[in-house]
């Protein structure tokens, strides 16, 4: 009986550090209003309050069909590395507000 119960003790250890490993490895779920906070501070002078882009700018209209067909990981570059010639890169963000602002962009479909 004790052998059957260390055994039981033993599964149940291991199932639940098999559970807590796969809750901490599950990505985190972007946040569209804290991308809509970052793209205020980080891109709303290029890229219009709105997302809309500024003409005098010739920046793109994030709500777009062109933007919005673009996938996440091509969203995400663009951000992290830049669009030559105007767009600088923004290497300093993290993945979860790159993450955040895609979400946010996102949100911009028309």
Request: with cysteine; charged share 25%.
């Amino acid at each position: 009986m004790r052998t059957k119960m260390k055994q039981l003790g033993r599964v149940t250890l291991v199932g639940a550090l098999i559970a807590g490993i796969c809750l901490l490895s599950v990505p985190a779920k972007a946040d569209t209003a804290a991308g809509e906070t970052l793209f205020k501070a980080k891109c709303a002078a290029c890229h219009g309050a709105d997302g809309k882009g500024k003409a005098a700018m010739k920046t793109p209209d994030w709500s777009s069909a062109e933007v919005q067909k673009m996938s996440d990981a091509e969203l995400a570059a663009a951000i992290t590395n830049g669009k030559p010639p105007a767009m600088p890169p923004f290497k300093s963000l993290t993945a979860d507000q790159i993450k955040d602002l895609v979400s946010f962009i996102r949100s911009l479909k028309k």
